[in-house]
């Protein structure tokens, strides 16, 4: 690759939604750099892999993924690991996987560009090995010059980064750092920019963005969002994760109260009983969550919930694991992303005996699964007849149907007359004949919402599945 004209790379993103916008950040300062983004590990000369370690198995496909391309070596191909599994694992990486040349973590991107011409000048081979891990205890969020929008439906900003909450069973304060907030300034200015790129949605972005403090104090959490969606020309505001410690009444109070910003909050619980909770040290009780529950039921707005639930955390007895299934009933979410406990390094519950075996892990998982799938067909049934707003994602052509996704963040897969072509990103209105566990179906109604200009986008990889 080093010396030739045409420098290459192809990306692959495992993980959560910070890991898909740091990899907006990584292509956009790879594209300044020369190089050209590809599609297929063929074509290209570096191969990136952007890695997510939340789980075990997370990790172990990012360790798969490298052994398979092992012998591409020998094509001069580069290979490097970013993310979080680069920060956990450092240079143990290269002891894993001796064929990899680079390995950065989160922080650390904002030294790619230094790395890249290393790495550009160094044959491959041991002793030419390149790593970045310095920066995760920065006071500064990461940001880069250049952002590769690759969503073409929505714009997405890091307002936070790192965490400080340390629940036992969880890697993300080990390979994020410590909380660090962006000001509100500088959020605004990001979000006009997107504006002005033809963004009609943003999500803020953060592994606990209601956690946010702005560091010049001007604005709480609630008001950022409320400056957010009061930015011009912009139709739908969302923001995740929320963390139920500092989810505050006045979060529901502002959704209420701006049109913007979408009827969706995503509250992880992670489990039904206090005793749990209080081992898995999340910092709140079931009845504590529940009261933040009951803020959001007692909005003006049809607001969906949605969460996550780990099964099986060490010592959680088939009891505690009822009074799960029962906060289900209780809160009627409208989908639930479930989980078997993954013993993490680092993690204080490594500690604990982890001795609920690996098949009633997956007996608690399917029970709560099947649980959850009636509620969200109940949740999802109440839709029917009526006409909602759908932002445009893109269209099935063997179904013949387009895919849109509703305020609330459901996916919503509809029919428009033949020949009809809807533009991406643009909003319509579609009345809802079907229900699923996991989806809505309906018939286009009409057009005439705003509909978005078509924007341009320095993006080579126009995904519509996000
Ligand atoms: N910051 C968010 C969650 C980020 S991780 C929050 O606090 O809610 C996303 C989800 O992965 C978590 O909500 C949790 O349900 C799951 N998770 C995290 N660590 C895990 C582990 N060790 N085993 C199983 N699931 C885990
Ligand atoms: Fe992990 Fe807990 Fe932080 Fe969420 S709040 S990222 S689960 S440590
Ligand atoms: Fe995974 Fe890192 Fe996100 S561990 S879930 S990619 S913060």
């Known amino acids: 690759m080093s010396g030739t004209a045409d420098k290459t790379f192809y990306l692959e993103t495992f993980g959560c939604q910070m890991n898909v916008h740091d990899s907006e950040k990584v292509i956009g300062t790879l594209l300044q750099q020369g190089y050209r983004q590809v599609q297929t590990v063929d074509e290209a000369g570096l191969i990136l892999y952007n890695t997510c370690s939340i789980r075990d198995k997370a990790e172990q ?48 991107y904002r030294n790619l560009p230094q790395m890249l011409v290393q790495l550009e000048t160094v044959q491959t081979g041991a002793g030419n090995r390149l790593t970045g891990l310095d920066d995760r205890q920065t006071d500064l969020c990461f940001e880069t010059e250049y952002t590769a929008r690759t969503n073409p439906h929505r714009g997405y900003i890091t307002i936070i980064e790192g965490c400080d909450k340390f629940c036992a069973y969880c890697v993300v304060p080990f390979t994020r750092g410590k909380e660090r907030s962006r000001t509100s ?157 993954s013993p993490r390094p680092n993690t204080p519950a490594l500690k604990l005996d982890d001795a609920i075996p690996d098949e009633e892990k997956a007996r608690r998982l399917a029970l709560l699964n099947e649980r959850q799938r009636q509620i969200s067909a109940r949740r999802n049934r109440r839709h029917l007849g009526e006409i909602v707003e759908a932002m445009v994602e893109g269209k099935n052509e063997a179904r013949g149907q387009w895919i849109g996704r509703t305020s609330q963040i459901k996916v919503l897969n509809f029919t428009a007359p033949e020949g009809m072509q809807l533009k991406a990103a643009s909003y319509v209105q579609v009345q809802v004949t079907n229900s699923f566990p996991n989806s809505l179906g309906g018939e286009l109604k009409s057009t005439n919402i705003e509909s978005s200009e078509q924007r341009v986008i320095q993006s080579s990889n126009q995904s519509f599945n996000d």
């Open 61 to 108: 496909k990012v360790f798969n993924r490298l052994n398979d391309y092992k012998k591409l070596r020998k094509q001069g191909k580069k290979f490097g690991v970013l993310g979080c599994v680069a920060q956990q694992e450092g240079d143990r990486i290269f002891e894993k996987a001796p064929h990899v040349d680079l390995v950065c973590g989160s922080a650390s």
């Open 185 to 341: 300034g500088s959020v605004l200015a990001e979000a006009r920019q997107l504006a002005d790129l033809g963004y009609t949605e943003i999500q803020l972005l953060g592994q606990n963005v209601n956690s946010y403090r702005d560091p010049d104090e001007k604005m709480t959490f609630a008001e950022l969002l409320a400056a957010v969606a009061e930015v011009r020309g912009m139709h739908r505001v969302r923001f995740t994760t929320s963390h139920p410690r500092d989810f505050g009444r006045d979060i529901v109070d502002v959704i209420d109260a701006i049109p913007a910003l979408c009827d969706h909050v995503h509250l992880p619980v992670q489990s039904g009983s206090t005793r749990v909770l209080d081992a898995m040290q999340r910092l709140y009780t079931r009845d504590e969550y529940l009261e933040r529950i009951a803020w959001i039921h007692s909005a003006k707005r049809d607001i969906s919930i949605t969460t996550d639930l780990i099964v099986g955390f060490p010592g959680e007895t088939e009891r505690e694991f009822e009074q799960t299934l029962s906060l289900l009933d209780e809160v009627g979410y409208d989908s639930a992303f479930t989980f078997k406990y």
